[in-house]
């Protein structure tokens, strides 16, 4: 019993070697495999040819091959249809510097409709003014560039100081209009006319009025200027200019 017990002990230890071993092995290969699938993947009968950059500015002939497999070729810029500028072209004369102007910001954001801007900024106009003549800091921050605001709030400021208070009601926008468009850079600039009509009358700290009429509509003419970097995410524009009309 003595000397099996040295034999039967070595040939467990071969088992146990002899199992460890393999199954590392095992393991070692199932790993190498799909390391190697991964990286060369596997042919399934419907591989895409390789990319050829070329290929996709090639015309194919008429008749040459199925007419499934047409590639559209985007546009250079100043190709696009007559439908992309259709809308400019109804409000801008073809051929005119508004209607060049326009086409550029177009092509700068594929996005951008005249007369949905007319609207945002008819919109815009309105909260303005009014947080003009409220001080609401918060509202024309969001609205205004960085330069604007700083006037505005100086205006503001200076009112305060003396103890002024504006009372204003916003009857509405007679006329808005686009007058000049370009592009500044990456930047958008559209600059339009603003008709409005407004009751206006500032008091000092008395009460009494100092400017304006409570009750009377007057007319108001203004040109500003909105303005946005198209490469930003951000969609909204910001007035960088006023300029009153006499």
Do not use: C
């Not at 017990?5 to 070692?28: C, K, L, S, V, Y």
């Not at 594929?110 to 003549?133: H, L, Q």
């Amino acid at each position: 019993m003595r000397s099996v017990q040295p034999q039967e002990g070595i040939i467990g230890a071969r088992m146990e070697f002899f199992d460890f071993g393999t199954i590392f092995f095992m393991i070692a290969a199932v790993v190498i495999f799909f390391q190697l699938r991964n990286v060369l993947g596997r042919r399934t009968g419907s591989e895409r040819p390789p990319f050829d950059p070329y290929s996709a500015r090639k015309q194919e002939k008429p008749g040459a091959g199925d007419g499934d497999n047409v590639v559209a070729l985007p546009r250079k810029r100043g190709e696009a249809s007559a439908e992309t500028y259709a809308a400019i072209d109804a409000l801008a004369k073809p051929e005119t510097e508004l209607n060049r102007g326009l086409r550029a910001i177009k092509d700068a954001d594929a996005s951008f409709d005249p007369k949905g801007f007319i609207e945002g900024a008819r919109m815009a106009y309105e909260m303005i003014v009014m947080a003009y003549a409220d001080g609401d800091r918060k509202t024309l921050k969001n609205l205004l560039s960085r330069e604007v605001y700083d006037g505005f709030v100086t205006a503001i400021s200076e009112r305060e100081g003396r103890g002024e208070k504006i009372q204003s009601s916003f009857v509405g926008i007679d006329k808005a209009e686009i007058v000049s468009a370009e592009m500044k850079g990456s930047e958008a600039h559209v600059t339009l006319r603003i008709v409005s009509e407004l009751i206006s009358a500032t008091r000092d700290k008395a009460g009494d009025i100092i400017d304006g009429d409570p009750d009377t509509v007057a007319e108001v003419k203004d040109v500003w200027t909105f303005a946005r970097d198209t490469r930003s995410r951000d969609p909204n524009w910001k007035l960088v200019a006023t300029e009153a009309e006499d």
